[in-house]
C-alpha cells in the first residue's frame, strides 16, 4: 500500500505570497493530521480531521492559516499570507480508529 | 494537559553497544498510549514501537525494547546491537485515550550518534 503522500517535497516562496500544501492520506484511514515542526517549538499539531471533518484546530496560529478537507483522500493547508516565521517542515499523518499515526514525508517550506 | 519531556538533547553510542533514551511524561489520565519515533535526516517520521498503558508487559520490537513505568511515568527506550542505521533524531510521544484526542504530544527529541 501506498503510504501518506505530500506535495510538494520543498516549497521557497516571498512573503506574502500563498502556499497550498497538500496532503494524500492511506486509503481507508478515518483521521488525518496537520503538524508542524520547528527547531524552537518541535513537532506540533496544527490540526486534525475525522472523516472530513475538523475535530481540533486549536493548533492553528492565526487566521493566515487554513485547512480543508473536502473528501476521504485529499487535504490542503492553506497559508495566505505567508511570512518568514512560517518557514518550517509540514507533515501530514493518517491513522484509523485508535491505530497508529502513520506520517507522510513532509513539506519543507521556506519562506524568504 | 499532557506532557512529554525528553531530557537529552543528544546521546551517542559505539556501534554494537547498546543504549537507552529517556522519556517521561506528566497525566492524569489512566489509559493512554505511548510511542517511539524515529527521525532519520529523510525527515521522514518512522515508528520504533507503540505501548499500550493498559499492557504490563513491555513492548518489543527486534533490537528495540521499552521500559514502561506506569507508577513513575517513564517510558525508555532501549536499542540493542546499534548499527550505524539508527542514527536520528527519536521523539517519544504520548496519544490519549480519549475519544476525539488522537492527537499526538511530542517530547523536543534527543539526537542519537552512532560511532564506527
Known amino acids: 500500500d501506498a503510504g501518506v503522500i505530500q506535495s510538494p517535497r520543498h516549497e521557497v516562496t516571498e512573503m506574502g505570497q500563498e502556499v497550498t500544501l497538500r496532503c494524500k492520506p492511506i486509503?481507508?484511514?478515518?483521521?488525518l493530521f496537520w503538524y508542524r515542526q520547528t527547531m524552537m517549538r518541535g513537532l506540533e499539531l496544527l490540526i486534525y480531521?475525522?472523516?472530513?471533518?475538523?475535530?481540533?484546530d486549536s493548533g492553528m496560529p492565526e487566521d493566515r492559516f487554513s485547512a480543508k478537507m473536502p473528501n476521504a483522500s485529499f487535504s490542503t493547508l492553506k497559508i495566505q499570507p505567508s511570512e518568514p516565521r512560517d518557514s518550517a517542515v509540514y507533515f501530514c499523518?493518517?491513522?484509523?480508529?485508535?491505530?497508529?499515526?502513520?506520517f507522510g514525508p513532509g513539506t519543507r517550506l521556506l519562506v524568504l | 494537559a499532557q506532557t512529554v519531556t525528553q531530557s537529552q538533547p543528544e546521546m551517542s553510542v559505539q556501534e554494537a553497544e547498546t543504549v537507552t533514551l529517556s522519556c517521561t511524561y506528566d497525566?492524569?489520565?489512566?489509559?493512554?498510549?505511548l510511542f517511539w519515533y524515529k527521525q532519520p535526516p529523510s525527515r521522514q517520521m518512522i515508528l520504533v514501537i507503540r505501548?499500550?498503558?493498559?499492557?504490563?508487559q513491555n513492548a518489543t520490537e527486534n533490537r528495540f525494547s521499552v521500559n514502561f513505568q506506569k507508577a513513575a511515568k517513564s517510558f525508555s527506550l532501549k536499542i540493542s546491537d546499534s548499527q550505524l542505521g539508527d542514527a536520528a533524531m527519536y521523539f517519544c510521544?504520548?496519544?490519549?485515550?480519549?475519544?476525539?484526542?488522537?492527537?499526538?504530544?511530542f517530547g523536543q527529541g534527543t539526537r542519537l550518534t552512532i560511532n564506527p
Open positions: 505501548q499500550e498503558a493498559y499492557k504490563q
Open positions: 486509503s481507508g484511514h478515518d483521521y
Open positions: 510521544a504520548y496519544r490519549s485515550f480519549i475519544q476525539g484526542a488522537q492527537k499526538l504530544v
Open positions: 497525566t492524569s489520565e489512566s489509559d493512554y498510549y
Open positions: 480531521f475525522n472523516n472530513n471533518v475538523p475535530i481540533d
Open positions: 499523518a493518517s491513522t484509523k480508529g485508535w491505530e497508529t499515526q502513520y
